[in-house]
Each structure stands twice: as C-alpha cells, then as structure tokens.
C-alpha cells in the first residue's frame, strides 16, 4: 500500500550530459558513451533503492529526449531535417526531427535498456515510452499530414515495442501524455483510441502519466497563466475512467489542481505527485505526507502510488536525491498511520 515510484527521468551525471539541460547533448561518444549510459543507468537504480522507492525506472539515463529516444529507431522520422516548431500549442519553441516517409520500427528502441535495469534489481521495474499524441506534437509531419492518422501510427509502433518490453519481466509500462493537458478535444477525438492501440495485448500493468511539465520556465510561465484553479484534469479524467488504461499519473504537489478531481478516476490507480520538481527546495517528510493524506480523500489507499509531478532531469542530483528520500519517507508516514507500515 502507497507505493513510491517517480515519474521517470533523474538528472544525468555531469560526465555524461550536461547538467539541469534538457535536450542535453552527450559528453561521450562511441563506446565510452554506451558504457557510460549503462553505468548511469545502474546508478539511478541504486539511488532509488537507497531512498526506498518500490516502483522503480531507469532514470531514462540512455536518453537525450524522452521523446527522441523513441524516435531515434523509428524509419521514416528524418533527424537530418530538424526544424524549429512551436510545441505544446506554442507554449515553446524546439528543434525537431521531420517525418517523411512511412513510419517502421528500424530495431527495438529500448530492449536492452529494459533488460538491463531488469538484471539489475529485484524491485518492481517501470519503464516509460511518450505517449503517440505528445510523440505526434514534439515533431513536424510531411508525410501524413494528419495528427491522428500519424498519432495511430506511432500506437502501433508503441505496441510492438511495448510487447518486447513486458517479455523482458517489465512491471510497469507507462506511456507519457503531457499533451493530454493542452489538446482536450483530441484527447476526446483519437487521444484515448491511439492509447488502447499503443497497450492492445500488452500483459503488464499500463499507465499514462499527464502533468503539467517539466519545472522549466516555459512552463511555469503557461501555469501562471492558468488562473486560481487548474481544471484540464476534468476534462480528461472522465475519459481515462472508462478507458483500459490501468493507472493515472498526475501533477499535483505545489499546484492549482483541485484535488476533488481525483474522484473522477474511481476504479484507477492513481500516481499522484507529491514532489514538486519545478523548485530546488526539498520537502519535508511530513510535507509530502499531507499531500498524501489529501488525495485519500478521493482515492482509497490501496489505489494510491505516491509519486513525483513530472521528471527530475532538470534538477540537480544532490536535489533529486533529497526529493527521492522525503517521497519515501512521507508515504512511510502515512503507511505508519495507517497500520500497515
């Protein structure tokens, strides 16, 4: 009960990539970063296990992007023809690969990153792909030239992938929707419909996580935006219930979400994030507790992951750290208060 898990990234080693940078570029290259990125990855397991997280991730130490690490395997995405687009409605400019052809999966994309991570520890494994609605909003399309036709295509892709990866022994596959915050129509129209594609056959626990992105300025900025009370979670939340989609991610700590928003994903596991990752201040045990003890308003106990907002690669690693240890130490907690600690 109240297993701890993280959204998915953590902050790469300064030898590795550069620090608190998204889209960071390597500081390795050849051999020296295959081996690096698979003692990152062994590190990041460690400091989750040190901290008491159940549910842990590779730290998505093996990529750039979360989502170009996908992509990167994927014929008919041209990362020679990268433009400049606005993404997340605008919200920020990046550069992006083009499609240009028919999509197939070149190879698998993350095969050895799952079974690594899965040699490597004994605790229920997580591993995070982007969802097909984010993958379609984080590249420019000259090929299909229709979001959901290409957001379908890139779900049967995600499925073939995702199959491989639950073979491997993977616990967990979480597919991540920021997107889900900023086109609610589409969420409605072909959002729900590419992620039943994406986890069609797939014999692991599935989550999608949607939060309100990373502590960047661009996105603190939009939130400021938002007004007294963040209310897109009611638009999707309905949807997601009667989906079979088998857990929620979300945002939660230091945010505007009205917590009786919960309730609209009766019969979910719900990931509600406890830590906030858009501030270099680490909560307190007992901070991330009351937190907690909120969401038990509207989700029973047993369906209660604590979790973090978003992921943490922007942050630095001694801040990271502190944030993985409150998050286990608050749900511990609660567990205590609860009997079952």
């Given at each position: 009960m109240l297993l701890t898990?993280?959204?998915?990234?953590?902050?790469?080693?300064?030898?590795?990539?550069?620090?608190?940078?998204?889209w960071a570029p390597w500081r390795l290259s050849g051999a020296a970063l295959d081996e690096g990125k698979r003692d990152a990855v062994l590190i990041a397991l460690r400091e989750?296990?040190?901290?008491?997280i159940d549910v842990v991730t590779d730290g998505e130490q093996s990529r750039q992007h979360f989502v170009h690490g996908?992509?990167?395997?994927?014929?008919?995405v041209d990362f020679s023809r990268r433009v400049t687009i606005g993404i997340r409605a605008d919200r920020y400019k990046a550069e992006v690969p083009t499609v240009t052809?028919?999509?197939r999966r070149l190879r698998p994309a993350h095969a050895a990153d799952v079974a690594l991570a899965r040699a490597h520890t004994t605790r229920k494994l997580k591993f995070t792909i982007p969802g097909p609605m984010t993958i379609v909003d984080t590249l420019a399309d000259e090929h299909y030239r229709d979001r959901r036709r290409l957001a379908l295509e890139f779900a049967r892709l995600i499925n073939e992938e995702a199959r491989?990866?639950?073979?491997?022994?993977?616990?967990?596959?979480?597919?991540?929707?920021?997107?889900?915050?900023?086109?609610?129509?589409?969420?409605?129209?072909?959002?729900?419909?590419?992620?039943?594609?994406?986890?069609?056959?797939?014999?692991?626990?599935?989550?999608?996580?949607?939060?309100?992105?990373?502590?960047?300025?661009?996105?603190?900025?939009?939130?400021?935006t938002l007004g007294s009370e963040w209310r897109q979670y009611e638009k999707t939340f309905p949807l997601l219930a009667r989906s079979r989609?088998?857990?929620?991610?979300?945002?939660?700590a230091s945010s505007r979400v009205p917590l009786e928003l919960l309730a609209l994903l009766a019969g979910k596991d719900v990931l509600v994030?406890?830590?906030?990752?858009?501030?270099?201040?680490?909560?307190?045990?007992?901070?991330?507790a009351a937190t907690i003890r909120r969401a038990m308003a509207f989700v029973p106990p047993e369906r209660l992951y604590p979790c973090t907002n978003c992921g943490m690669v922007p942050l630095g690693r001694d801040v990271a750290r502190g944030k993985?240890?409150?998050?286990?130490?608050?749900?511990?907690?609660v567990r205590r208060e609860l009997g079952v600690g």
């Open positions: 898990t993280i959204a998915g990234s953590l902050p790469k080693p300064a030898w590795l990539a550069e620090p608190r940078t998204l989750q296990e040190a901290a008491g996908f992509l990167e395997h994927v014929d008919g052809g028919p999509l491989e990866l639950a073979a491997l022994g993977l616990d967990v596959l979480q597919l991540d929707e920021p997107a889900f915050n900023v086109y609610m129509d589409d969420v409605a129209a072909w959002g729900i419909e590419a992620l039943h594609r994406a986890i069609e056959g797939v014999p692991c626990t599935t989550a999608v996580h949607i939060c309100y992105g990373y502590g960047i300025k661009a996105n603190t900025d939009w939130k400021a989609i088998d857990q929620v991610s979300l945002e939660c994030g406890a830590v906030d990752v858009a501030t270099d201040r680490v909560e307190t045990p007992e901070e991330v993985l240890r409150a998050l286990a130490a608050g749900a511990a907690l």
